[in-house]
Nanobody, 115 residues
Framework: QVQLVESGGGSVQPGGSLTLSCATS????????INWFRQAPGKEREWVAT???????TYTPSVQGRFFTSRDNAKDTAYLQMNTLKPDDTAVYFC?????????WGQGTLVTVSS
C-alpha cells in the first residue's frame, strides 16, 4: 500500500528556512519521481519541485535557487529544503507520486511565512 506522510511545516518569519519531509512506503523511492506541490489559501494547487528517479531536480521559477529537493534512499524519505522564505510561500505543501498510473498524495503540511 502506497503511503506518503509529510512533516516539518510550521510558522516562520520572512527570510527564514524550513525543511519538509515526505516519508514514503509501499514502493521503491528510487524508481519513481517524487513531486512537491503547494496550495495557498483560495488558490489552486501548484507544482513546486520534482526529484526524479534519475536523481535530477526541477523547480518552478518562483522557488528556483531558494528551494532544494533531495532524497534519502535508506530512509525512503524525500525532503524539500526551503530557504529565504517569503509570505507568498505560505501554503499547504504536499508530496506526490504516481505509481502504476495512480496518483498518491500525502495529507499535507502547513507552512506559514509571516512577520
Amino acid at each position: 500500500q502506497v503511503q506518503l506522510v509529510e512533516s516539518g511545516g510550521g510558522s516562520v518569519q520572512p527570510g527564514g528556512s524550513l525543511t519538509l519531509s515526505c516519508a514514503t512506503s509501499g514502493f521503491t523511492i528510487t524508481q519513481y519521481d517524487i513531486n512537491w506541490f503547494r496550495q495557498a489559501p483560495g488558490k489552486e494547487r501548484e507544482w513546486v519541485a520534482t526529484k526524479s528517479r534519475w536523481d535530477g531536480t526541477t523547480y518552478t521559477p518562483s522557488v528556483q535557487g531558494r528551494f532544494f529537493t533531495s532524497r534519502d534512499n535508506a530512509k525512503d524519505t524525500a525532503y524539500l529544503q526551503m530557504n529565504t522564505l517569503k509570505p507568498d510561500d505560505t501554503a499547504v505543501y504536499f508530496c506526490d507520486v504516481i505509481v502504476r498510473g495512480q496518483n498518491y498524495w500525502g495529507q499535507g503540511t502547513l507552512v506559514t511565512v509571516s512577520s
